[in-house]
């Protein structure tokens, strides 16, 4: 009797440790598939917030907002690569983004070249800062253990490449030129340099008229609905601007006008124009 009860509890114990096995292996199993599927949401998201910011490209007027793009785009990939480089996403899931990591490369060697790392991480050394490498240490991480390329300068989005003439850009104003500041390089010798324009029309206005000064005659548009002026739409500076308004003097007045391409300018009308 006391045998039969042994092997009972002896029994009883043994289907009580497979069973713990079982469901131990069965919670592990759910836990690891609970990761897997935020691993899966994460690299969604980022692929979409990738996507996001690669959309805004075209709209990026300032260096700081181009930046802020590049950081942007440069964070979402580094949590990629961290996810990688911790083995929780496959090598191969990471393919879909490759060209993009080739991209994340040029901008951290763009951001090296302009010395951001001094502008936003300055502690570092005085007048060195952080390299783009320390700042995004798991893409440097993952850079090196599959040796990834580096894109060509043409792959950089438009913003970066611009980078440069971006804040020129930002502040530049239309002006509609038109008589003798489209032909005889009075704009060169007014600006200090050579400015390239593009054909435009300005409806609504006489561009034969003409004023006096000292006894010189120049064209100076007035109103006239059954009009139009052919000119050129050149982009320049404020200070330029206001180094025009001088020119110009007094017998003339600024105006900003709408173009036939919808395009908003200045012009210099006679100073007694609508």
């Not at 006391?2 to 592990?28: C, D, M, P």
């Not at 005085?126 to 783009?132: K, N």
């Not at 950089?156 to 500041?181: E, H, M, R």
């Amino acid at each position: 009797m006391e045998t039969t009860i042994a092997i009972l509890a002896i029994g009883i114990a043994i289907a009580t440790a497979i069973a713990l096995f079982v469901q131990t292996r069965f919670q592990h199993k759910q836990l690891k598939q609970t990761e897997n599927n935020q691993y899966d949401e994460t690299l969604r998201k980022s692929m979409g917030d990738l996507y996001q910011v690669y959309r805004t490209d075209a709209n990026v007027k300032t260096k700081d907002e181009c930046e802020l793009f590049a950081t942007r785009i440069l964070d979402i990939l580094a949590v990629l690569a961290h996810l990688n480089n911790n083995k929780k996403i496959d090598d191969d899931i990471l393919d879909f983004v490759k060209f993009d990591l080739e991209i994340a490369k040029g901008i951290m060697k763009w951001f090296d070249k302009e010395g951001l790392g001094e502008k936003y991480h300055p502690a570092r050394k005085a007048g060195i800062g952080y390299p783009s490498a320390e700042i995004w240490s798991s893409l440097t991480k993952y850079f090196d253990k599959h040796e990834t390329k580096i894109c060509n300068d043409a792959a950089l989005p438009d913003c970066i490449q611009n980078y440069k003439n971006l804040n020129w850009v930002a502040l530049s104003k239309n002006l509609f030129v038109y008589g003798t500041l489209t032909t005889d390089g009075t704009l060169k010798k007014v600006l200090g340099r050579d400015v390239l324009g593009i054909p435009a029309t300005l409806d609504g206005y006489d561009g034969s008229k003409a004023i006096t000064i000292e006894s010189e005659s120049y064209p100076a548009a007035e109103k006239n609905t059954e009009c139009s002026i052919q000119g050129l739409l050149v982009k320049i500076t404020p200070e330029e601007l206001e180094k025009l308004d001088v020119y110009e003097t007094d017998a003339y007045r600024r105006k900003e006008v709408e173009l036939t391409n919808g395009k908003k300018a200045w012009v210099y009308l006679n100073k007694n124009s609508e």
